[in-house]
């Protein structure tokens, strides 16, 4: 019964910027740790940035300074603001939930963001 979609991909210019949503039914995000990951064609899915349960965010250092990884509480959705985007951030970007008490651990089915001029 949890789901999560992913929405906000699209193809955007370099230097340009998208806003990722990922909505959560069935989990509650502010329990649980979310994580952006991506995948480019011919690479392993490299986790982006996360947001704990306890509001803590990482992110990796390729999107550092550029990516926001923030939660809306009382929408149940994690956000993933890119600014300055750059050709290498193309990628299938993806969701994930998983709770630091238990076993769940839940993914989205993607969203393709794409940069190219």
């Known amino acids: 019964q949890v789901q999560l979609v992913e929405s906000g991909g699209g193809l955007v210019q370099p230097g340009g910027s998208l806003r990722l949503s990922c909505a959560g039914s069935?989990?509650?995000?502010?329990?649980?740790?979310v994580g952006w990951y991506r995948q480019a064609p011919g690479k392993q899915r490299e986790l982006v940035a996360f947001?704990?349960?306890?509001?803590?965010?990482r992110y990796a250092d390729s999107v550092k300074g550029r990516f926001t990884v923030s939660r809306d509480v009382a929408k149940n959705m994690v956000d993933l603001q890119m600014n300055s985007l750059k050709p290498e951030d193309t990628a299938v970007y993806y969701c994930?939930?998983?709770?630091?008490?238990?076993?769940?651990?839940?993914w989205g089915q993607g969203t393709q963001v794409t940069v190219s001029s």
């Open positions: 069935g989990i509650i995000f502010s329990f649980n740790d």
């Open positions: 947001i704990t349960s306890s509001g803590t965010t």
């Open positions: 994930n939930a998983r709770s630091p008490y238990s076993d769940g651990n839940y």
